[in-house]
């Protein structure tokens, strides 16, 4: 081709202009990403308590290899510390909507707030397992221990980690870094909490309640 | 895979050359209004716990998965504000809980659990 | 959080001339690293262009190691009564060629593709979160080489690759092997998972304006389903996988069958992953089809939504039909029949596929270039794969043909003739993009004939060894049953492959040095990564490209004339960009490989010294933190095109990155302060 000064077919627009190119969505990256996430974790959470149900009353072939899970629950303290974590789920979107208002110290009071009550459950957690295994269900005891533990103990694992989470930002709050601008991270740390609570509205019913 | 909810939603950034805003902060509840909902789920947890000590007969069971429903939901739909959000949010998390409800029912059937 | 305020260590002292982005600090722990040439920009490296070469080479090297395990395997067999291998080493070889093969060949091969041509062809400038993207990276990385470290330990895992229980249990496998494999698979697998979020996010988000889902290409369409199903697939793996490693390190009881276990939740576990896995590993190729058919056919696709949509169709039902693998494993009648029934579904919307690709070509203008050859020959191999499937979702039939060669003829002819042929279709396609010139189209010839050849040779006579009964991962059998013959005919197809290999292997090294520039748009295409120069350069597009239909590039260059007749106005290579405009890109960081190298030390933690597992804890925690401290662009351009705030790179909800908007600023207003630390880090 003779001509020298073909134009580009995608040449500038007024797209090259915008400071910060909008998603095609226009919905933010990061809570597209989390919202995924959580999907993908239904399943996670889904194998363990199929398993778990599966193998809850399987006849043991050892004999006297201790007692199942089951029969060692403790409703009532067990209806507390959910009732604890469920109230977290308050107090964190208290936080989420405290950020948005730009109220940085309420923010924080909810936040350790909901960090608080979320140690009180993994603490009741801890509590629980001690108690079974002085009744004599330890992990290896028999199948119902290890679906049992390796369920709840996945559950503590996630709410611990979203405590660290909590703890980051109340300390990203009180250092000034948490503006107005960048409150989603409130945001979708909360909807990591939340999910971690329903997976507790989940396990309680279906584990516990459920004769 | 949501794709009718999202075939739509890119045409519509052509007519705004604005950065996304900031969803899920404008709307939704009022700090009371999220405590009456805790309240509320709090309520229905004391309901799922009276099962422990009053004997419901056969329809304890289905009540409590019924229930347990209901908090899943207010929980997903209120305090993460997939109620007041864009729809694709809850067509991506809606992907992964049915599709783990879809798959491991069946597990549990192969096994004859129920 | 103490790290945050230490003084910045300096790690990089690279040539001055290589920076260009000045030393970031203040916000991270150390300065970031800044090298644009040499090891360095590879390693630390966030461009998903780079990225992709890297899993495609990392995958090649693996192909290599995977190819020898297979070509052993098949020398063993060459002969009755065989007697290059032990039965234990057999073992360890047929599994690890399974394993290598589906998890560090093809999958990351796929990523490559995915990685490389995914952002070019939506028109964006990179991922959502390239950093992430980094991560996948090093951790398929990190755990290819920690699986393949089993050979230099007590031994490789030698329990096949779906690696069933009880068969995976201490009592069965002793050694370490099968504790490599559910690690390994474990380190690789968050590298999938955290790879596809991001995919998933970069393709709903950061496609180009006016490029609607209903306009996208249909191999950015087929990367979405993949990236769904690994999404929703890998969890279940993880938690098999980390049942299986409880029950081995730590004496838990999911598949003791003395404690009332019932193996066959690893089957339901494994197959719920392994059968979505199927279609992760052949969506991909039949995405390069759908875009070099039209491309080589010189016709758009035939039918594209329905192209689309049996994919999403395939995606749904792939994860309807696992117990198909299991029906030997006494299911009963009713589940069975189920699976049966859904896995005779599922081939409807691979057979519209079929139909749309042969109608692609009906009638078109075809030039048998290399790439074209592979497409075609992955729709007759499928094909046939695609039949023998088919024939396996009959119960009764399946029932004699499980576990023969029977199955191992189907699955090669999916996967090899299948994925494999198709990803090779895709490299000469899009090798001129990815490097800047094509490969040699006569030996690329002689390539794919000896592989095409060798590989039918292999895997056709396999159908027969099936249906006259030889099972499949016997080390030996004896002289005359009847498999003499077509065995050999295996083992030198075998060797055939390998030699059409060599000859890939030597075409490339060879075009590397005497194949001249491609020009952006060599093959006369059709989609928008045409429209770049060839290398693409780094930061992709010099403008944003605005897309107003299907095959958008393609309509720049030919467009109807008065009379109503298509001609050709432009070509491609003169209406491309040129490549000189330079906006700001996401900096290279070190956190990445850092963060995946904490993964490795956990797994061999676990298998030898649990004090080792905390120390790469630690490290883990120390590059969250340091990653999360670190805004994404390091500052000191004008611009900031790509749309990834910094705020927005935690894949698990981590938001400790606040801080970033902040210390952004005031970083910025460091380096204009002190100007002599911009050649430095």
Known sequence: MADTTVAPAYGPTEWDEVEHMP????????????????????????????????????????PG??????????????????????????????AVSAIARGNQERTRLWLATTAALGATFIAGQVYEFTVFYREGLGYTTNISGSAFFTLTGFHGI?????????????????????????????????????FVDIVWVVIFTVVYLIP | MNTEAVAASPEDVNTAGSPAEDHGSDHGY????????????????????????????????PMLIVLMIVKFAFVVAVFMHLKFDNPMFTKLFMLGLLGAVAIFIPVLLTFEYF | MAIVEEEPRLLELTAPETVVVPADRGTGVFARPAAQTGWRSWLFTVDHKKIGIMYGAVAMLWFFVGGVEALLVRTQLATPNGTVLSANLYNQLFTMHGITMVFLVI???????????????????????????ALGLWLFVFGGV??????????????????????????????????????????????????????????????????????????????????????FSLPVITIALVFLSLDRLFGANFFNVKAGADPLLWQHLFWIFGHPEVYILILPSFGIVSETLPVFSRKPLFGYPFVAFSGVAIGFMGFGVWAHHMFASGLGPVSVAAFSLTTMFIAVPTGVKILNWVGTMWGGNIRFTVPMMFSVSLVAMFTIGGLSGVMHAMAAADTQQTDSYFIVAHFHYVLFGGALMGLFGGMYYWWPKIFGHRLNERLGKWHFWLVLIGFNLTFGPMHILGLQG???????????LGFDFWNLVATIGAYIILVGMLVFAYNILRSRKTMPPAGADPWDGRTIEWSIPSPAPEHNFDYVPVVTQIDDFWHHKYQKNAEGELVQIARGDDIAQAGDQHPHLPSP???????????????????????????????????????????????????????????????????VDTSVEDAEDHSVAESISDPEEAPVG
């Open chain 3, 470 to 480: 030889l099972p499949r991962r016997t080390y030996r059998y004896g002289p005359g």
């Open chain 1, 158 to 194: 996630h709410v611990t980690l979203g405590i660290v989470m909590l703890a980051t930002l109340w300390y990203l709050s009180k250092a000034g870094h948490l503006t107005r601008e960048n409150a989603e991270s409130v945001e979708i740390v909360g909807l990591y909490w939340h």
């Open chain 3, 589 to 655: 960081s070190y956190w990445p490989l850092v963060l995946a190298a904490g993964f490795p030390l956990i797994g061999f933690g676990l298998i030898y010294n649990l004090a080792l597992a905390f120390v790469g804890l630690g490290l883990i925690l120390i590059a969250i933190y340091g990653w999360a401290m670190e805004p994404s662009t390091a500052p000191g351009g004008e611009s900031h095109p790509v749309e990834d705030s910094p705020a927005t790179d935690d894949g698990d909800g981590e938001a």
């Open chain 3, 146 to 231: 920690f699986l393949n470290i089993s050979w230099l330990t007590s031994g490789a895992p030698d329990c096949g690759w779906f690696c069933y229980a009880p068969n995976s249990g201490l009592s069965f496998s002793p050694g370490n092997g099968v504790d490599y494999y559910s690690l390994g698979l474990l380190i690789a697998g968050i590298g999938s998972m955290v790879g596809s979020v991001n995919l998933i996010t970069t393709i709903l988000n950061m496609r180009a304006p006016g490029m609607n889902l209903m306009k996208m290409p249909i191999f950015v369409w087929m990367t979405l389903v993949v990236q769904f199903l690994l999404l």
């Open chain 2, 30 to 61: 009022s700090d009371w209004g999220y405590i009456k909902i805790a309240l509320f789920l709090a309520l229905v947890t004391a309901i799922e716990v009276s099962t422990y000590f009053i004997d419901f007969g056969s329809i304890a069971t």
């Open chain 3, 107 to 133: 999958m990351p091969l796929t990523a490559a593709f995915m990685n490389f041509m995914v952002p070019l062809m939506i028109g964006a400038r990179d991922v959502a979160f390239p950093r992430i993207n």
């Open chain 1, 65 to 94: 290899s201790g007692p199942k899970a089951s029969t060692l629950f403790d409703i009532p303290f067990t209806s507390v510390s959910s009732f604890v974590l469920l109230m977290s789920s308050m107090t964190m979107v208290l």
């Open chain 1, 23 to 62: 998603t095609s969505t226009g919905l933010s990256n990061v809570k597209i990403t989390m919202w995924a996430f959580l999907g993908s974790e239904c399943l996670l959470f889904g194998s363990l308590i199929s398993t778990y149900l599966l193998d809850r009353n399987k006849p043991d072939l050892i």
